[in-house]
Each structure stands twice: as structure tokens, then as C-alpha cells.
């Protein structure tokens, strides 16, 4: 009799997809009832009128599916947020997407310009997720690493993981995890060499209000001829302090804005109606002043934190955006960062997250991530725990 072949099993890809390190080390700090500064799940404040129009639009019974780009005031909201913030044009009805989170944003894009084989060059360190989205579409993602502590971008090493399958590059800036944020010549180079080999460029701007001393944001789409190729995701997950409602947006051109939609529309249907709600709310209602203050706020969280794992001999790279904190834990016990993270969260019961996750197979072993989005109270804590090594 012929053996018939098991077809209960995982997809080959499956297995190379596990749970994310940072996920882990929540539920880790959770088990021991520790200081969790491995998810960014930013639990400042939520805004004053953010929140008070979700819970109107809740009792309006604004419950039901939006149409498939979010609903209009919040497309016309970003759009006058883009002119007036990032220096951008965007038609509301033609080229906004409103998305289930940054995160389902970068999805729906993968998902509609390439194809399995393609190549996309990721810089490193990168976000998790980039990499492991890229992988489940069984896209090629290619590391062109930055030069700490300043995480410089190589130009030569860039051309060099350019080749005849590229299809994109994708630009984390304000970066997760190190706080990177490239600055106007090195976004000039990308947006030379994507023209050069016509290529795609995905913009991950989620962190675009949280830049320090003095660094400014750039949306790369607003250099000469890089509107119409380039895929800008942005979102009010951390500027808004509201991470669990999943509300990002997408700007595209209007020739790669239906299919972006499609794909969302397929794996999401929508954000959730009442929290475009409240989002459009703080867009329309809040001062510049707000924005501004983010920079202020999270500049001391970071000096805050960076002055704790200094006085530890927990070397911290000073990031310039986001609210992250790469540090070296060389002097931490363990043969790997995951051990050292652990080690670090048993003797300190502060968790962050192994610097592994964020780069290729063989570095980041002796790197381990900090979240700063944090009530200072709580902050403060990790800080006197830190200091107790």
C-alpha cells in the first residue's frame, strides 16, 4: 500500500516565526510582578478630548464598520496634520489609508508591492516585526547594519545590498530600537539610490514626535521625486498614549493606495470605529504645544533612565528619538543577551529585552533594549532598582 505524506503540518515558514522576545519578557516581568521596560506600551496619559470622544462616540452607537480608508474626519484631520506638521499633500480621499496600527499599515503595503523571492533591505538593528513580516510573505529581507554609537548609515554598504531582485528599502525614523534619526543628508542618499534603482521605500515615522536636543523629524517622502514611490506610515499609538486602540494611517500614491487598502481590508477590515473618533478629536483639538511637549517630556524620561544605567556601568547609547535605550550589559552574568536579560530582571526586577531581537543571527549578544514610556512614578522605580546592582 502507498504511503500517503503528512499533510498535517506547520508551513515551512512557521517555525522560524516565534514569539516575539519582547512579548516574552512581558509576560515574564508580569510573573515576577517587575518594572516592565521591555514593551513599549506607553502608558502615559491618554489626551483629555481623545478620550472623551471615544467613549461619546461608543454611546452614539458608532460602533458599526467604517468604510474601508477609516472615516472622513479622521482622513481630513491627517491630512491637514501632514501640511501643517510634515510639510506634505495628501488628498483624503485618494491617498490616506486609515490603518488597525502602524504595524497592519506595513503588512497591507508588503502585501500589495512585492512578491515571495523579492529582496527589501532593512537597516540594523531593526523592529522585530519589520523582519518577521517581511519573512511571512516570504520576502527576502537584506541587513545593511548602522555603525553605533551613533549609529551612522555606510552609503557604500547600502549600494552594496542593492541587487537585481531589491525591490525596497525600508527607514525606521525615528528608529526602534536604538533612537536613531537620520538626518537630512542620509535621507537624500536613500532617496538617490531608490530613484537610481527605481525602488520602493517604506517610511516607519511612528516615533516622529520624539526626537531630542534639538533633532528634527524628516518625512523622506518629501524630497524631489520620492512622493509618488515611497509608502509613509505613521500612527497615534504613542503620541496619543494609546497603543491598545490599534489607530496608524498611510500615506501612498493613489496607484498603490487601492491595492494597500484591499489587503487591509482583508486581514483587518478596519480600525476600530469609535477610536477614529477619538483620534480625529485630538488631531483637530490639540495645540502645537502638545507635539512640542512630547520632545521635552521624553527628553528628561531618557535622561532620567540613561544616568541610572550609566552609574551601573550599563553603558547606554544616547538616542536621539523614539523612547528606547540600546545599552551594553557586557558586565551583566550570562553567555547571551536573553540570559543577561533575565539575569537582569531576577536580580533587579527591571525587564528590557535582549539585544538579539534586534539584529542578525551572531550580534547584539551583549546589547540589551529600555523602554522610557513610562509614568515617572514607575520610571523612577526602575531607576532605584537599576542602581541596586
Not at 46 to 70: F, M
Not at 156 to 168: I, Q
Not at 213 to 235: C, F, K, Q, W, Y
Not at 244 to 254: E, K, N, P, Q, S
Amino acid at each position: 500500500m502507498r504511503a500517503i505524506a503528512d499533510k498535517l503540518r506547520l508551513s515551512e515558514i512557521s517555525p522560524g516565526l516565534v514569539q516575539s522576545e519582547i512579548r516574552a519578557m512581558t509576560l515574564e516581568c508580569d510573573r515576577v510582578g517587575g518594572v516592565n521596560l521591555a514593551q513599549g506600551v506607553c502608558d502615559t496619559e491618554v489626551p483629555a478630548p481623545v478620550a472623551a470622544r471615544a467613549v461619546e462616540a461608543i454611546a452614539q452607537g458608532l460602533n458599526i464598520y467604517t468604510r474601508l480608508d477609516g472615516i472622513a474626519p479622521l482622513r481630513q484631520a491627517i491630512a491637514g496634520k501632514l501640511a501643517r506638521h510634515n510639510g506634505m499633500s495628501a488628498d483624503p480621499d485618494a491617498e490616506i489609508l486609515v490603518t488597525s496600527g502602524a504595524t497592519a499599515g506595513f503588512l497591507a503595503a508588503c502585501m500589495a508591492l512585492f512578491d515571495p523571492g523579492d529582496e527589501v533591505i532593512l537597516f540594523e538593528p531593526f523592529y522585530g516585526y519589520h523582519l518577521n513580516t517581511l519573512r511571512a510573505l516570504r520576502v527576502q529581507a537584506t541587513s545593511v547594519s548602522l555603525a553605533p554609537p551613533h549609529w551612522t548609515m555606510d552609503l557604500d554598504a547600502l549600494r552594496a545590498a542593492v541587487t537585481p531582485r531589491t525591490r525596497g528599502i525600508v527607514v525606521n525614523s525615528p528608529s526602534n530600537p536604538c533612537g536613531k534619526v537620520f538626518a537630512l543628508a542620509e535621507l537624500e542618499a536613500v532617496a538617490a539610490l531608490a530613484l537610481e534603482n527605481d525602488l520602493f521605500v517604506i517610511t516607519d515615522e511612528i516615533y516622529e514626535y520624539f526626537v531630542f536636543d534639538g533633532a528634527r523629524h524628516i518625512s523622506l517622502a518629501t524630497l524631489p521625486g520620492m512622493a509618488e514611490r515611497t509608502i509613509s506610515i505613521l500612527g497615534l499609538s504613542k503620541t496619543f498614549s494609546i497603543t491598545g486602540w490599534r489607530v496608524g494611517y498611510l500615506i501612498a500614491d493613489r496607484r498603490w493606495l487601492g491595492a494597500i487598502s484591499y489587503f487591509h481590508d482583508l486581514v483587518y477590515v478596519c480600525a476600530p470605529s469609535p477610536f477614529q473618533h477619538g483620534a480625529a478629536a485630538g488631531l483637530i483639538e490639540l495645540p502645537d504645544s502638545f507635539y512640542a511637549g512630547l520632545s521635552t517630556e521624553y527628553q528628561a524620561k531618557r535622561d532620567l533612565l540613561c544616568a541610572a544605567l550609566a552609574d551601573v556601568g550599563l553603558t547606554p547609547s544616547i538616542p536621539q528619538g523614539a523612547y528606547y535605550v540600546l545599552a551594553d550589559v557586557t558586565n551583566l552574568p550570562g553567555a547571551t543577551a536573553r540570559e543577561k536579560a533575565r539575569a537582569l530582571l531576577r536580580d533587579t526586577g527591571v525587564a528590557a529585552v535582549a539585544g538579539t531581537a534586534f539584529f542578525a543571527a551572531g550580534r547584539g549578544e551583549n546589547l540589551i533594549r529600555f523602554c522610557f514610556a513610562k509614568r515617572d512614578e514607575d520610571l523612577e522605580r526602575a531607576c532605584a532598582l537599576l542602581r541596586t546592582l
